[in-house]
């Protein structure tokens, strides 16, 4: 590049160019009269460099980018006599029509280094917009208005329909009547006013064989004055907008990796000197980088939607609410910028009003361990679909984990609660141990064999049986709540355990705490260095069936079985007080009986439970599922399911490891509509 009289300064990028003198407040150069810029041809100098940076940015750019000692060489005098270096630290203002001479060619690099730095420093597609604005204003230019494409493209996705493009960003130096100012740069929606482009359009389409298509077809920035950007402006600011004359206004297309994704219009008030063509090169390399730093931001944008996406999918919406226990769940992913991890948590009811509870958790924080979290969680909700035994569904969690890969490992904790028998199955696979919170404020964690992870192979697991009082609440968590680089794993239990006796507390004896402040509470546990890994939470509150609420009994599988069931059910139902559901109950209970003593070949089981909802409850030792089908006017069967399904509140069949269970539920008398 050659020497040029143009100068760079009046932002914080001028304390990258090496010059003696340097603004006090770094957008403050260009806060003048247009008297004093038109008596000196350029702007005023500034006394020396005394003042600290005005952001964060720019003091990290001051720290890295401090110019070096200055060359031995001698610069070369401007042809129209530059000021002295002494007139220069003195601030004294210039000769009229003296333009302020570069001290070196590198000046120009240095300042497009920091602007550059300052672009790549966005992460999101607002940040790197705002980036080239900040950077750009008041040092390159007065004022710059950035067009996107609407919609923005995402990788190689081939757009459809007419490039439209969208007046994103304009920013522009301030005037003096302006109150309102963002650090000496005016945020002006749509454009900026008086000479500089006013009147823009916000939207503009881009017709196919325009001039506006040609020049951003060429990609090189070009100035206004061009015969090609006198077409083209017109087109994409709309109408005639009353533009800077001279070389004062720079045309520059962004350029993504495979298309052009938006224009950059840079322009300089009447009163300041214009550009030159180095520094079209300026423009042409601050428009590489943006549009560069866009397409990465929207393929980091599209990105995380589908890791939010997928997050969100492999975990449940909402929980269930079984009979006779409250749930309550968290899920904290390891850190902003990487949403996806491997674990997971679930509920999953079971036949018998019981519930399966499930936490996991796989290791790595990847697109991987989210989809073999995935594989997993599914296998363990098939499992618990069969009603296996919580040992055997980490057996099979574990073969399926191992013909997944040979290092697919994971850890993961299943525990089954029967709200009938006030009793919890828990086996763990390598997991750490749950915390059980009981009513009079005892917290307390549960000794459970550990076991293998999941993934090792050849491993058997054991499983162990437990109270489960009402009003207890069991805590399942991953161990991202406990363990940190701060922290070892136990340390981590033992202050979630302290925790939660704290919590109750203040609650009183009597009372236990809310569940979803329970759940919160436990999260502020975590202190700012430890968040390391991702955090599942689950929590379920132990309520329990009474036993005054349940009627259990024994039919043998023969004619006389569904008269019986009747009778039993008829004397329940006194009992609790719900004669008027007698005939219904009768009708339901008669049907589904019949259906079981017909196939069955050892006793069939009859419950009725009585809750929010009066639930009958019929098994027997076939493994076939019933299913309701249309009976025909001639058929002397297959009504009773068709009964059961017009009659019953909901109504269903679970296949369990030793035959079926037939349910339905009527709601009680005042409960409202069933």
């Not at 081939?158 to 740069?185: E, K, Y």
């Not at 997991?431 to 058997?460: F, K, M, N, Q, S």
């Not at 609650?507 to 999260?523: I, R, Y």
């Not at 309701?628 to 006017?633: D, E, N, S």
Request: aromatic share 4%; with cysteine; charged share 25%.
């Amino acid at each position: 590049m050659t020497e040029h009289s143009a100068s760079y300064q009046g932002s914080h990028e001028g304390r990258h160019h090496g010059m003696a003198a340097r603004p006090a407040d770094p957008r403050a150069a260009l806060r003048h009269t247009p008297q004093s810029a038109a008596g000196s041809g350029g702007l005023p100098e500034q006394p020396r460099r005394s003042a600290t940076p005005a952001s964060a940015a720019d003091a990290a750019d001051a720290e890295h980018s401090q110019p070096r000692a200055p060359s031995p060489e001698p610069v070369r005098p401007d042809p129209s006599g530059p000021p002295d270096r002494a007139e220069r630290r003195s601030g004294q203002p210039r000769p009229t029509g003296q333009p302020v001479a570069m001290r070196r060619d590198g000046d120009r690099l240095r300042f497009v280094g920091a602007a550059t730095r300052r672009i790549a420093r966005g992460i999101d597609l607002d940040e790197i917009v705002m980036g080239l604005c900040r950077a750009t204003v008041p040092t390159f230019s007065d004022a710059i208005l950035v067009y996107l494409r609407e919609p923005l493209p995402v990788g190689d996705e081939r757009p459809t329909g007419p490039m439209v493009l969208r007046l994103r960003r304009a920013d522009r130096i301030p005037d003096a009547d302006d109150a309102d100012t963002d650090g000496g740069i005016l945020t002006v929606p749509p454009a900026p006013q008086a000479e500089l482009a006013s009147g823009s359009a916000e939207l503009c389409e881009v017709r196919i064989g325009g001039a506006l298509a040609e020049v951003l077809r060429g990609v090189r920035p070009v100035f206004a004055d061009t015969t090609a950007a006198q077409a083209a402006l017109p087109e994409l600011l709309g109408g005639e907008p009353s533009l800077p004359t001279g070389q004062r206004v720079i045309l520059a297309p962004l350029r993504g990796r495979r298309r052009v994704i938006g224009a950059a219009v840079f322009l300089r008030r009447q009163d300041r000197i214009p550009f030159d063509p180095d520094d079209l090169l300026v423009a042409g390399q601050l428009a590489t980088h943006s549009a560069l730093g866009i397409d990465k931001a929207v393929l980091y944008g599209r990105e995380a939607y589908i890791a939010d996406e997928l997050q969100r999918t492999m975990l449940p919406e909402t929980l269930p609410r079984p009979t006779g226990v409250r749930l309550a769940s968290r899920y904290l992913p390891a850190a902003e910028t990487a949403r996806v991890g491997g674990d997971w948590y679930d509920a999953i009811p079971l036949p018998g009003s019981r519930v399966a509870l499930v936490v996991g958790d796989v290791m790595g924080h990847s697109m991987t361990s989210a989809a073999i979290m995935g594989q997993l969680r599914t296998t363990a909700q098939t499992l618990a679909g069969l009603d296996l035994p919580p040992q055997e569904v980490l057996h099979h969690l574990d073969e399926q984990a191992q013909r997944l890969g040979t290092d697919r490992m994971a850890t993961c904790l299943y525990a089954v609660y029967d709200p009938v028998s006030h009793r919890i199955t828990i086996a763990n696979a390598g997991h750490p141990p749950p915390v059980l919170l009981h009513l009079g404020g005892r917290a307390e964690v549960l000794r459970v064999p550990p076991g293998a992870p999941i993934g090792v192979g050849g491993v058997d697991f054991e499983a162990v049986e437990l109270d489960a009082p009402a009003g207890a609440t069991l805590l399942l968590y991953t161990d991202g709540l406990v363990e940190s680089r701060l922290r070892d794993v136990w340390t981590g239990i033992e202050q979630l355990r302290e925790r939660l006796a704290n919590t109750a507390q203040l609650t009183g004896p009597d009372h236990p705490p809310p569940l979803e402040a329970l759940c919160d509470e436990v999260l502020d546990m975590l202190g700012p260095g430890d968040r390391d890994d991702d955090i599942a939470l689950l929590a379920a509150r132990f309520d329990g069936i009474a036993p005054s609420d349940v009627a259990y009994w024994f039919l043998e599988p023969e004619d006389s079985a569904p008269s019986r069931a009747r009778r039993l059910a008829r004397s329940a139902l006194t009992r609790w007080g719900l004669e008027e559901l007698t005939d219904s109950v009768e009708l339901l209970v008669s049907e589904v009986v019949t259906n079981a003593v017909r196939y069955a070949s050892r006793p069939v089981t009859l419950r009725l439970l009585r809750t929010d909802v009066l639930r009958c409850e019929v098994g027997d030792d076939v493994p076939q599922l019933p299913r309701q089908r249309q009976a025909r006017a001639t058929d002397e069967g297959g009504r009773g399911l068709f009964l059961v399904n017009r009659l019953a509140r909901r109504w269903g069949a679970t296949r369990l490891s030793t035959g079926k269970v037939v349910w339905f539920e009527l709601a009680q008398p005042g409960s409202g509509p069933s």
